[in-house]
Protein backbone atom coordinates (compact mmCIF):
# COMPACT_ATOMS: atom_id res chain seq x y z
CA UNK A 1 0.00 0.00 0.00
CA UNK A 2 1.15 3.47 -0.69
CA UNK A 3 0.71 6.59 1.66
CA UNK A 4 1.79 9.96 0.99
CA UNK A 5 2.82 12.00 1.81
CA UNK A 6 5.21 11.43 5.01
CA UNK A 7 2.82 11.70 8.41
CA UNK A 8 5.70 14.77 8.84
CA UNK A 9 4.62 16.18 5.54
CA UNK A 10 1.05 15.76 5.93
CA UNK A 11 0.78 17.93 8.98
CA UNK A 12 2.14 20.73 7.19
CA UNK A 13 -0.42 20.08 4.46
CA UNK A 14 -3.08 19.60 7.05
CA UNK A 15 -2.51 22.57 8.58
CA UNK A 16 -2.24 24.12 4.80
CA UNK A 17 -5.45 22.85 3.83
CA UNK A 18 -6.75 24.22 7.60
CA UNK A 19 -5.56 28.02 7.15
CA UNK A 20 -7.14 27.41 3.57
CA UNK A 21 -10.51 26.54 4.79
CA UNK A 22 -10.30 29.39 7.40
CA UNK A 23 -9.28 31.32 4.61
CA UNK A 24 -12.30 31.36 3.04
CA UNK A 25 -14.38 32.20 6.40
CA UNK A 26 -13.09 34.81 6.66
CA UNK A 27 -13.64 35.87 3.22
CA UNK A 28 -17.03 34.98 3.18
CA UNK A 29 -17.19 37.30 6.30
CA UNK A 30 -15.44 40.25 4.51
CA UNK A 31 -17.26 40.39 1.70
CA UNK A 32 -20.68 39.97 4.07
CA UNK A 33 -19.11 42.98 5.86
CA UNK A 34 -18.17 44.94 2.72
CA UNK A 35 -21.38 44.65 1.03
CA UNK A 36 -22.63 46.17 4.39
CA UNK A 37 -20.62 48.49 4.04
CA UNK A 38 -20.95 49.96 0.49
CA UNK A 39 -24.84 49.69 0.75
CA UNK A 40 -24.41 52.21 3.45
CA UNK A 41 -21.83 54.59 1.59
CA UNK A 42 -24.27 54.30 -1.12
CA UNK A 43 -27.00 55.26 0.94
CA UNK A 44 -24.96 58.40 2.06
CA UNK A 45 -23.63 59.05 -0.82
CA UNK A 46 -20.24 58.08 0.04
CA UNK A 47 -18.99 56.22 -2.92
CA UNK A 48 -15.15 56.94 -1.90
CA UNK A 49 -15.93 54.18 1.09
CA UNK A 50 -17.02 51.60 -1.95
CA UNK A 51 -13.88 52.16 -3.99
CA UNK A 52 -11.76 51.69 -0.85
CA UNK A 53 -13.65 48.60 0.20
CA UNK A 54 -12.68 46.97 -2.95
CA UNK A 55 -9.09 48.09 -2.77
CA UNK A 56 -8.79 46.48 0.58
CA UNK A 57 -10.50 43.01 -1.33
CA UNK A 58 -8.30 43.26 -3.83
CA UNK A 59 -5.11 43.50 -1.83
CA UNK A 60 -6.17 40.72 0.89
CA UNK A 61 -5.07 38.38 -2.01
CA UNK A 62 -1.60 37.02 -1.07
CA UNK A 63 1.22 35.81 -3.64
CA UNK A 64 4.61 34.48 -3.26
CA UNK A 65 7.65 35.12 -5.90
CA UNK A 66 6.33 33.64 -9.27
CA UNK A 67 8.08 31.18 -11.30
CA UNK A 68 9.43 32.52 -14.74
CA UNK A 69 11.59 29.64 -16.18
CA UNK A 70 13.04 26.36 -15.02
CA UNK A 71 16.12 28.43 -13.75
CA UNK A 72 13.09 29.77 -11.01
CA UNK A 73 12.49 25.89 -10.35
CA UNK A 74 14.33 25.90 -7.00
CA UNK A 75 14.63 21.58 -5.74
CA UNK A 76 15.97 22.76 -2.38
CA UNK A 77 12.19 23.48 -1.34
CA UNK A 78 11.39 20.33 0.37
CA UNK A 79 9.11 19.57 3.31
CA UNK A 80 11.29 16.36 4.35
CA UNK A 81 14.16 14.15 3.25
CA UNK A 82 17.04 12.26 4.22
CA UNK A 83 17.25 11.12 7.80
CA UNK A 84 14.00 13.16 8.76
CA UNK A 85 11.87 10.16 9.25
CA UNK A 86 8.89 10.06 11.32
CA UNK A 87 8.72 7.21 14.27
CA UNK A 88 6.00 5.26 12.31
CA UNK A 89 8.63 4.75 9.41
CA UNK A 90 9.94 1.61 8.67
CA UNK A 91 13.29 2.94 8.91
CA UNK A 92 12.83 5.14 11.91
CA UNK A 93 15.30 2.77 14.07
CA UNK A 94 17.78 1.86 11.36
CA UNK A 95 20.74 4.11 11.58
CA UNK A 96 22.20 3.12 8.17
CA UNK A 97 19.22 3.45 6.53
CA UNK A 98 18.85 7.12 7.74
CA UNK A 99 22.40 7.59 6.47
CA UNK A 100 21.80 6.23 3.03
CA UNK A 101 18.82 8.27 3.02
CA UNK A 102 20.97 11.26 4.11
CA UNK A 103 23.89 10.85 1.50
CA UNK A 104 21.35 10.56 -1.19
CA UNK A 105 19.36 13.36 -0.61
CA UNK A 106 23.02 15.15 -0.52
CA UNK A 107 24.05 13.88 -3.86
CA UNK A 108 20.28 15.29 -5.43
CA UNK A 109 20.81 18.80 -4.08
CA UNK A 110 23.98 19.24 -5.58
CA UNK A 111 23.18 18.11 -9.49
CA UNK A 112 22.48 21.39 -11.90
CA UNK A 113 20.13 21.54 -14.46
CA UNK A 114 21.49 20.92 -17.95
CA UNK A 115 24.37 18.39 -16.56
CA UNK A 116 24.43 14.42 -16.13
CA UNK A 117 22.18 12.83 -13.02
CA UNK A 118 25.12 10.75 -11.62
CA UNK A 119 24.19 7.22 -11.28
CA UNK A 120 23.57 5.52 -8.04
CA UNK A 121 25.01 2.63 -7.09
CA UNK A 122 22.38 0.53 -5.74
CA UNK A 123 23.01 -2.23 -2.26
CA UNK A 124 21.68 -5.52 -3.54
CA UNK A 125 19.16 -5.18 -0.77
CA UNK A 126 18.35 -2.21 -2.79
CA UNK A 127 17.80 -4.28 -5.69
CA UNK A 128 16.35 -6.92 -3.95
CA UNK A 129 13.21 -4.31 -2.90
CA UNK A 130 12.99 -3.19 -6.62
CA UNK A 131 12.78 -6.79 -7.45
CA UNK A 132 9.87 -7.67 -4.90
CA UNK A 133 7.78 -4.48 -6.06
CA UNK A 134 8.44 -5.55 -9.97
CA UNK A 135 7.09 -9.09 -9.51
CA UNK A 136 4.50 -8.40 -7.49
CA UNK A 137 2.41 -5.49 -9.91
CA UNK A 138 3.49 -7.34 -13.07
CA UNK A 139 0.32 -9.43 -12.05
CA UNK A 140 -1.96 -6.34 -11.78
CA UNK A 141 -0.57 -4.06 -14.41
CA UNK A 142 -1.34 -5.61 -17.61
CA UNK A 143 -5.21 -5.54 -16.20
CA UNK A 144 -5.60 -2.53 -14.40
CA UNK A 145 -3.12 0.08 -15.82
CA UNK A 146 -4.28 2.35 -19.06
CA UNK A 147 -3.57 1.41 -22.28
CA UNK A 148 -0.89 4.20 -22.52
CA UNK A 149 0.70 3.36 -19.63
CA UNK A 150 1.00 -0.32 -21.37
CA UNK A 151 2.25 1.21 -24.33
CA UNK A 152 4.64 3.05 -23.26
CA UNK A 153 6.02 1.42 -20.65
CA UNK A 154 8.33 -1.64 -22.19
CA UNK A 155 10.44 1.54 -23.70
CA UNK A 156 11.96 1.79 -20.61
CA UNK A 157 13.16 -1.98 -20.07
CA UNK A 158 12.20 -2.03 -16.62
CA UNK A 159 13.25 -5.72 -15.05
CA UNK A 160 14.70 -7.65 -12.19
CA UNK A 161 18.34 -7.24 -10.84
CA UNK A 162 18.65 -3.63 -11.82
CA UNK A 163 17.11 -0.67 -10.40
CA UNK A 164 16.69 1.90 -13.61
CA UNK A 165 19.27 5.53 -13.26
CA UNK A 166 17.31 8.75 -13.71
CA UNK A 167 19.84 9.65 -16.32
CA UNK A 168 18.29 6.38 -18.41
CA UNK A 169 15.10 7.61 -18.02
CA UNK A 170 15.93 11.24 -19.51
CA UNK A 171 17.37 9.16 -22.55
CA UNK A 172 14.41 7.67 -23.43
CA UNK A 173 11.81 11.04 -22.28
CA UNK A 174 13.72 13.44 -24.24
CA UNK A 175 13.46 11.40 -27.46
CA UNK A 176 9.88 10.85 -27.48
CA UNK A 177 8.51 14.11 -25.44
CA UNK A 178 10.85 16.28 -24.35
CA UNK A 179 10.53 15.69 -20.75
CA UNK A 180 13.41 15.32 -18.10
CA UNK A 181 13.05 13.76 -14.51
CA UNK A 182 15.58 15.46 -12.31
CA UNK A 183 16.97 14.26 -8.67
CA UNK A 184 15.09 15.93 -5.82
CA UNK A 185 15.72 15.14 -2.17
CA UNK A 186 12.10 14.47 -0.78
CA UNK A 187 8.65 15.75 -1.22
CA UNK A 188 9.31 19.58 -2.78
CA UNK A 189 6.97 22.49 -1.91
CA UNK A 190 3.97 22.56 -4.00
CA UNK A 191 4.93 26.14 -5.62
CA UNK A 192 8.27 24.77 -7.13
CA UNK A 193 7.20 20.79 -7.94
CA UNK A 194 3.94 22.02 -10.41
CA UNK A 195 6.12 24.86 -11.33
CA UNK A 196 9.10 22.92 -12.77
CA UNK A 197 6.06 20.60 -14.64
CA UNK A 198 5.38 23.78 -16.67
CA UNK A 199 8.79 22.99 -18.16
CA UNK A 200 8.61 19.65 -18.72
CA UNK A 201 10.69 18.79 -15.54
CA UNK A 202 9.56 15.94 -13.34
CA UNK A 203 11.67 15.93 -9.90
CA UNK A 204 11.81 12.28 -9.25
CA UNK A 205 13.90 10.79 -5.97
CA UNK A 206 16.22 8.71 -5.88
CA UNK A 207 15.80 6.63 -2.36
CA UNK A 208 14.67 3.40 -2.00
CA UNK A 209 12.19 2.39 0.46
CA UNK A 210 12.84 0.53 3.40
CA UNK A 211 13.49 -3.23 2.72
CA UNK A 212 11.31 -4.54 5.61
CA UNK A 213 8.27 -3.53 3.80
CA UNK A 214 8.89 -3.81 0.17
CA UNK A 215 5.24 -3.09 -0.64
CA UNK A 216 4.94 -0.29 1.59
CA UNK A 217 6.54 3.35 1.10
CA UNK A 218 4.66 6.62 3.50
CA UNK A 219 6.75 8.89 1.12
CA UNK A 220 7.36 8.71 -2.82
CA UNK A 221 10.62 6.80 -3.25
CA UNK A 222 12.64 6.13 -6.65
CA UNK A 223 10.25 2.75 -6.92
CA UNK A 224 6.90 4.89 -6.96
CA UNK A 225 8.91 7.43 -9.27
CA UNK A 226 9.99 5.07 -11.95
CA UNK A 227 7.08 2.88 -11.95
CA UNK A 228 4.64 5.01 -11.10
CA UNK A 229 5.56 8.19 -13.30
CA UNK A 230 7.84 8.12 -15.99
CA UNK A 231 6.34 5.84 -18.26
CA UNK A 232 3.22 7.87 -18.81
CA UNK A 233 5.20 10.94 -19.30
CA UNK A 234 6.55 9.39 -22.31
CA UNK A 235 3.20 9.63 -23.84
CA UNK A 236 2.02 13.11 -25.83
CA UNK A 237 -1.53 13.39 -24.20
CA UNK A 238 -0.60 12.89 -20.96
CA UNK A 239 2.60 14.80 -21.21
CA UNK A 240 0.30 17.64 -22.20
CA UNK A 241 -2.30 17.14 -19.55
CA UNK A 242 1.14 17.34 -16.62
CA UNK A 243 2.43 20.26 -18.01
CA UNK A 244 -1.33 21.83 -18.19
CA UNK A 245 -1.23 21.66 -14.19
CA UNK A 246 2.40 23.01 -14.30
CA UNK A 247 1.37 25.68 -16.43
CA UNK A 248 -1.47 26.43 -14.34
CA UNK A 249 0.43 27.07 -11.07
CA UNK A 250 2.60 29.59 -13.19
CA UNK A 251 -0.40 32.16 -12.37
CA UNK A 252 -1.53 31.05 -9.43
CA UNK A 253 -1.29 32.76 -6.03
CA UNK A 254 -0.64 30.73 -2.74
CA UNK A 255 -4.40 29.81 -2.20
CA UNK A 256 -4.37 28.40 -5.75
CA UNK A 257 -1.51 26.36 -5.44
CA UNK A 258 -2.50 24.50 -2.52
CA UNK A 259 -6.00 23.83 -5.08
CA UNK A 260 -4.06 22.78 -7.94
CA UNK A 261 -2.35 20.64 -5.25
CA UNK A 262 -5.01 18.62 -4.93
CA UNK A 263 -5.56 18.32 -8.42
CA UNK A 264 -2.49 17.07 -9.43
CA UNK A 265 -3.23 14.29 -6.64
CA UNK A 266 -7.21 13.52 -7.47
CA UNK A 267 -4.99 12.94 -11.26
CA UNK A 268 -1.70 12.34 -11.70
CA UNK A 269 -1.01 10.51 -8.43
CA UNK A 270 -4.84 9.11 -8.16
CA UNK A 271 -6.93 9.41 -11.65
CA UNK A 272 -8.35 6.72 -13.63
CA UNK A 273 -9.56 7.21 -17.60
CA UNK A 274 -12.14 5.85 -18.95
CA UNK A 275 -11.75 2.74 -21.34
CA UNK A 276 -15.09 1.45 -23.01
CA UNK A 277 -17.49 0.41 -19.95
CA UNK A 278 -14.23 0.26 -17.69
CA UNK A 279 -11.81 2.85 -16.20
CA UNK A 280 -8.29 2.43 -15.94
CA UNK A 281 -5.69 3.31 -13.51
CA UNK A 282 -3.11 6.40 -14.66
CA UNK A 283 -2.68 7.85 -11.45
CA UNK A 284 1.18 6.89 -9.74
CA UNK A 285 -0.09 5.92 -6.60
CA UNK A 286 -2.38 3.39 -7.74
CA UNK A 287 0.04 2.39 -10.31
CA UNK A 288 3.03 1.50 -8.25
CA UNK A 289 1.20 -0.01 -5.34
CA UNK A 290 -0.38 -3.49 -5.44
CA UNK A 291 -3.08 -3.23 -2.76
CA UNK A 292 -4.06 0.20 -4.48
CA UNK A 293 -4.21 -1.40 -7.50
CA UNK A 294 -6.61 -4.01 -6.11
CA UNK A 295 -8.95 -1.68 -4.46
CA UNK A 296 -9.40 0.41 -7.72
CA UNK A 297 -10.31 -2.96 -9.74
CA UNK A 298 -12.67 -3.63 -6.83
CA UNK A 299 -15.23 -1.33 -7.59
CA UNK A 300 -14.72 0.01 -3.89
CA UNK A 301 -14.17 3.53 -4.43
CA UNK A 302 -16.79 6.14 -5.77
CA UNK A 303 -15.92 7.74 -9.01
CA UNK A 304 -15.86 11.38 -9.80
CA UNK A 305 -15.79 13.65 -12.16
CA UNK A 306 -13.23 16.28 -12.41
CA UNK A 307 -14.00 20.00 -12.23
CA UNK A 308 -10.77 22.27 -11.73
CA UNK A 309 -13.04 25.20 -11.01
CA UNK A 310 -14.73 23.83 -8.03
CA UNK A 311 -13.01 23.24 -4.58
CA UNK A 312 -11.67 19.47 -4.57
CA UNK A 313 -11.76 17.45 -1.40
CA UNK A 314 -8.86 17.14 1.48
CA UNK A 315 -6.34 15.02 0.14
CA UNK A 316 -7.00 11.12 1.49
CA UNK A 317 -3.46 9.94 3.04
CA UNK A 318 -3.65 8.57 6.36
CA UNK A 319 -6.63 6.30 6.23
CA UNK A 320 -5.62 3.14 4.01
CA UNK A 321 -6.69 3.34 0.11
CA UNK A 322 -8.48 6.27 -1.38
CA UNK A 323 -12.11 6.47 -0.53
CA UNK A 324 -13.01 8.08 -4.33
CA UNK A 325 -11.26 8.37 -7.76
CA UNK A 326 -11.56 11.15 -10.27
CA UNK A 327 -11.99 10.15 -13.59
CA UNK A 328 -11.40 11.60 -17.02
CA UNK A 329 -13.05 10.05 -20.85
CA UNK A 330 -9.54 11.34 -22.09
CA UNK A 331 -6.27 12.90 -21.69
CA UNK A 332 -7.32 15.22 -23.82
CA UNK A 333 -10.38 16.09 -22.00
CA UNK A 334 -8.19 16.59 -18.73
CA UNK A 335 -5.76 18.96 -20.85
CA UNK A 336 -8.41 21.05 -22.26
CA UNK A 337 -10.01 21.46 -18.45
CA UNK A 338 -7.04 22.37 -16.75
CA UNK A 339 -5.78 25.24 -19.75
CA UNK A 340 -9.19 26.83 -19.30
CA UNK A 341 -8.45 26.65 -15.56
CA UNK A 342 -4.86 28.12 -16.43
CA UNK A 343 -6.70 30.61 -18.79
CA UNK A 344 -9.16 31.91 -15.64
CA UNK A 345 -5.85 33.00 -13.56
CA UNK A 346 -4.42 35.32 -16.06
CA UNK A 347 -1.35 32.96 -17.34
CA UNK A 348 -0.09 35.00 -19.99
CA UNK A 349 -0.95 33.96 -23.80
CA UNK A 350 2.15 33.35 -24.31
CA UNK A 351 2.12 30.24 -22.17
CA UNK A 352 -1.18 29.20 -22.38
CA UNK A 353 -1.36 27.48 -25.25
CA UNK A 354 1.97 26.47 -25.46
CA UNK A 355 2.94 22.67 -25.10
CA UNK A 356 6.54 22.65 -25.88
CA UNK A 357 7.75 25.52 -23.16
CA UNK A 358 11.29 24.79 -22.30
Request: proline share 6%.
Amino acid sequence: MLRLPSPRCVSIIEEEEEEEEEDDEQVAEQTAAEQAAAEQAAAAGKRNAIAQASTASGAATSTSQRILSIQDVDNGQILGFGADLAEDHPGFHDPAYKQRRTWLAELAKTHRIGTPIPDVAYSPDEVATWDAVLEELSELLPQHACREYLRCLPLFDFRKGKVPQLEEMNAVLRATTGWSVRPVAGLMHPRHFLGGLAFKHFHSTQYMRHPSKPSYTPEPDVVHELIGHVPLLADPDYARLIQSIGLASLAADDKQIWHLTKVYWYTVEFGVVREGDQVKAFGAGILSSYGELAHMASGGAALERLDPFQPQPRMSYKDGFQKRYFVLDSFAEGSELLRSYAASLALPESLRGDASVA
